[in-house]
């Protein structure tokens, strides 16, 4: 083919794929909502409860299949570390004794129930690829659907995807990996040692699960635990309404200088160990060893030098943001979205609900999500107002 039939021959799938494109947009529904809540986890099911109690429409997505899901998928043994008194959402109480802790599986036939029961306009299976602003609008991209709104709430918790290091990819092929958020059950390891890596409260739960099948180390800068024993009565009635109602919701928050500063520790290195303590995990036989660095000859190497001959490896090192589709200006350095209490500086149809340390470290936990959700709803309605009488 000559020079010139080859740029002919580029310059036709050049159309083509234009062509492609533009038959493909104008297959995409655009459908017109006041408020679009992206998420229908615990975060996006409070928006919605506190959006219709005031009359406002919206519609919540979800590219989960069933309201709960997030929860289901779960390890199976998990529990809340909270007990039933403080898992229900604002208008309607968790079932079940106050003091018992639910599984995650109850969690989230709660949540099910609680969509269902104030009838939230749900939309499942539909996942938001990107979100971007035209004027004073904004547009959220779902594939086939597209979704046009004055008002967006991203109203999805801080723990998206797994986040595991770079070198990961060394381990020897005949190690399971796992994230704690891919662990089930102790049917998906192979016989052997099993390394957990991370010793904050997911690390410490497997840990101990899988101490009872497996020689068990755990890894990591011990990041300490709560100075009491969440399961002892006196603890259940007295202090952990004091931490949940009080310390965590109302002393420690972005507008206290204490708080301000537990926000920039936490942010960096997580929330101490709430229900397993160090005794705990060494009566169960867990090994407690340096931080992994690295991986030799296939195996995790330590940072003091050593290598761990496992058959396993389960990482509990936390989750990325998950928030790469959002196409704003709207991100600080290390990927947080610049907000305050939920409300984004320079996007004024923009919210969040369920980030983590949000407002408190109460933001990301069932008690706590509804004042925040009180607060985005409020501000949402003002300024509905507001733009109504200068129109």
Request: charged content about 25%.
């Amino acid at each position: 083919m000559t020079r010139n039939g080859r740029q002919t021959s580029r310059i036709e799938g050049l159309i083509e794929e234009g062509e492609a494109f533009n038959t493909l947009r104008r297959d995409t529904r655009r459908e017109r909502v006041g408020v679009l809540v992206i998420g229908a986890g615990q975060a996006g099911l409070s928006v919605g409860y506190h959006l219709r109690k005031l009359g406002m429409d919206c519609i919540i997505l979800d590219a989960n299949a069933r309201v709960g899901d997030s929860w289901r998928r779960r390890w199976d043994s998990l529990r809340l570390f909270t007990p039933n008194r403080f898992n229900g959402l604002d208008g309607m109480p968790f079932p079940g004794p106050r003091y018992d802790y639910p599984t995650k599986d109850e969690m989230a036939d709660y949540l099910e129930s609680y969509a269902a029961h104030f009838q939230l306009p749900v939309l499942h299976g539909v996942r938001v690829q990107r979100l971007w602003r035209e004027g004073t609008r904004y547009l959220a991209d779902a594939g086939s659907r597209q979704f046009e709104a004055d008002h967006v709430v991203v109203a999805m918790a801080s723990y998206q995807g797994p986040k595991v290091p770079a070198f990961a990819g060394a381990l020897s092929p005949e190690i399971v990996q796992l994230h704690s958020c891919e662990y089930k059950s102790l049917a998906q390891l192979k016989p052997g040692g099993v390394l957990i890596v991370g010793t904050a409260n997911s690390g410490a739960e497997i840990a101990v699960e899988t101490a009872t099948a497996h020689p068990t180390w755990i890894a990591g800068r011990d990041v300490g635990q709560m100075p009491f024993n969440i399961r002892n009565a006196l603890v259940q009635r007295i202090v952990l309404p004091v931490l949940f109602r009080v310390v965590f919701h109302r002393v420690l928050t972005i507008r206290t200088p204490v708080g301000r500063k537990v926000r920039a520790k936490m942010l960096g290195g997580g929330l101490p160990r709430i229900r397993q303590r160090r005794a705990e995990l060494d009566s169960a036989g867990v090994t407690w060893v340096d931080r992994v660095a690295g991986v030799t000859n296939g195996l995790p190497r330590l940072a003091d030098g050593r290598t761990i001959d496992v058959r396993n490896v389960i990482w509990c090192t936390g989750y990325d943001l998950g928030l790469r589709w959002i196409d704003l200006p709207i991100f600080e350095a290390n990927g947080e979205p610049r907000q305050t209490s939920g409300l984004v500086e320079g996007e004024p149809g923009l919210y969040f609900v369920g980030q983590h340390f949000q407002h408190s470290p109460s933001s990301t936990m069932i008690h706590g999500v509804g004042r925040d959700a009180v607060l985005i709803v409020r501000t949402i309605a003002r300024r509905r107002t507001e733009r109504a009488r200068a129109s």
